[in-house]
Nanobody, 115 residues
Framework: QVQLVESGGGLVQFGGSLRLSCAASGVIFRIYAMGWYRQAPGNQRELVATVTSGGSTNYADSVKGRFTISRDNAKKTVSLQMNSLKPEDTAVYYC?????????WGQGTQVTVSS
């Protein structure tokens, strides 16, 4: 059974930092592309950042230069370091694992940035 469990969300002030982590189980982690997505109230879920099995990264324009995604294949974790947070970063953040036709989601973790 595949499980993705996020942690690290919370309330932070404008300009602050948070680090999200996602622990995977039940998958051959190293072959999966991993990603972080977010969904704010009334909005569609959107891509934040992804990292391929080979380590290539991709970021939404809105977070480039502020967020960093990383993966640890030995620990089966993917992290998202978020710096210079803005109120518009407020959302539920979801961890994603994708390979071939398989696509898995975590339960989400709330990030709230106060102005």
């Amino acid at each position: 059974q595949v499980q993705l469990v996020e942690s690290g969300g919370g309330l932070v002030q404008f300009g602050g930092s948070l680090r999200l982590s996602c622990a995977a189980s039940g998958v051959i982690f190293r072959i999966y592309a991993m990603g972080w997505y977010r969904q704010a109230p009334g909005n569609q879920r959107e891509l934040v950042a992804t990292v391929t099995s080979g380590g290539s990264t991709n970021y939404a324009d809105s977070v480039k230069g502020r967020f960093t995604i990383s993966r640890d294949n030995a620990k089966k974790t993917v992290s998202l370091q978020m710096n210079s947070l803005k109120p518009e970063d407020t959302a539920v953040y979801y961890c994603n694992a994708a390979w071939d036709t398989e696509n898995y989601w975590g339960q989400g973790t709330q990030v709230t940035v106060s102005s």
